[in-house]
């Protein structure tokens, strides 16, 4: 599916949009601008004056009039599995083996029946086996280590966590917003 980036007009990542929601937008003359070349044409009906049919070009990454609706500094990104175990680069926080998406688990550090939240500081990826050897302990309590640590993602890094399909202009534009030390770098080069 074509995901297009859509950002405010300072260049901050608002969400991906599909071709239809792109469309609208550019239907409505609220694009400020573009980068990147078109990357699919949207074709409408045809005029009865000149007999043409109406073309709009969409662009992969889309600057949008009007008012952010998020910031850059208040974003705290939604946990899914799926941005958890891409974040961790699907490696069990434990023992280090690389695990298929399908088995990893959500785990939390501190265990939520000793008061860990559901935070993306306390949540790691980890295997079935490490997650039960880990039990209702804390690391320290069950002898196992973490090997990384847990961080918050930016929201260029939720940008590239959420996004299925990313193409290379995207990327480009989204990992040169990364910070220096995101383990998403690593990843994309």
Same mark, same amino acid.
């Given at each position: 599916?074509?995901?297009?980036? $859509? ?16 469309? $609208? %937008? ?13 990357? !699919? ?10 007999? @043409?049919?109406?073309? %709009?070009? @969409? ?9 952010? !609706? ?10 899914? !599995?799926?941005?958890?175990? !891409?974040?961790?680069? *699907?490696?069990?926080? &434990?023992?280090? /083996? ?18 860990? $939240? &559901?935070?993306?500081?306390? @949540? ?10 880990? *039990? ?14 847990? &961080? ?10 959420? *996004?299925?399909?990313? @193409?290379?202009?995207?990327? /480009? ?17």
């Amino acid at each position: 599916m074509l995901s297009i980036l $859509k950002l405010d007009a300072g260049g901050i990542p608002q969400g991906w949009v599909n071709a239809e929601e792109a469309t $609208k %937008i550019y239907a409505d003359q609220n694009i400020l601008w573009t980068l990147g070349d078109p990357i !699919k044409t949207m074709r409408g009906g045809i005029s009865r004056s000149s007999g @043409l049919q109406s073309a %709009i070009e @969409l662009h992969s990454i889309i600057a949008i009039k009007g008012t952010a !609706k998020i910031n850059l500094f208040d974003v705290v990104p939604v946990i899914t !599995k799926h941005k958890l175990f !891409k974040r961790d680069r *699907g490696l069990c926080a &434990y023992c280090g /083996d690389v695990i298929q998406e399908s088995h990893a688990e959500a785990e939390h550090i501190i265990p939520n029946s000793r008061g860990g $939240k &559901y935070t993306w500081m306390n @949540l790691v990826v980890s295997c079935r086996p490490c997650n039960q050897r880990k *039990g209702n302990r804390t690391p320290e309590q069950a002898g196992m280590a973490l090997l990384y640590a847990p &961080y918050m993602p930016s929201l260029y890094e939720d940008m590239i966590l959420k *996004g299925r399909n990313i @193409l290379a202009d995207q990327m /480009d534009f989204l990992a040169a917003n990364l910070p220096k030390n995101s383990r998403l770098l690593e990843s994309i080069r």
